[in-house]
């Protein structure tokens, strides 16, 4: 018997399974196979923030409500996971156009209070500006 047809016809739990993998590891996509170089990096504060709100929210549903807000924009491409500050970072032909499209996600989403939001023009060294999130 064949591993998948023991596992039956769905493959749902897969899906689940590689969702969950790249929340914790991160998905880490060679520079060399990204096509597009400009970037969004959310650096999200780990400490200052109450609790409650560390209790109730994740990277991971950051993440999923990113990439939906981007769409065909970019790419979420995992994080960096941290004792004292998380980095997101999503890449895309226009940081600019990335950051708009995800605004409103960072300023509803309580773990994102506080962040730091790196929009660079182009790939590592080029021009970038930052902007720092309310509390």
């Keep these: 018997m064949r591993w998948s047809d023991a596992l039956g016809s769905s493959s749902l ?4 399974a590689m969702k969950w993998l790249t929340g914790l ?7 060399a196979l990204r096509p597009k170089e400009q970037a969004l990096i959310i650096e999200l504060d780990g400490v200052a923030l109450p609790a409650h709100v560390y209790a109730e929210n994740d ?19 995992g994080g960096e996971h941290g ?7 999503i890449y895309g032909a226009d940081a600019e156009a ?4 995800a ?10 209070a506080g962040a730091l ?8 060294g080029s ?9």
Excluded: H, K, M
């Design 13 to 16: 739990w897969v899906a689940d």
């Design 25 to 31: 590891l991160g998905n880490r996509t060679p520079p």
């Design 59 to 77: 990277t991971s549903t950051l993440e999923d409500l990113l990439q939906d807000a981007i769409g065909e924009l970019g790419t979420c491409d």
């Design 83 to 89: 004792p004292e500050s998380s980095r997101i970072f």
């Design 98 to 101: 990335l950051y708009r499209a």
């Design 103 to 112: 605004s409103g996600v960072l300023a509803a989403y309580p773990l994102a």
């Design 117 to 124: 939001v790196t929009i660079r023009q182009g790939p590592p």
């Design 127 to 135: 021009s970038q500006r930052e902007i720092r999130l309310p509390l």
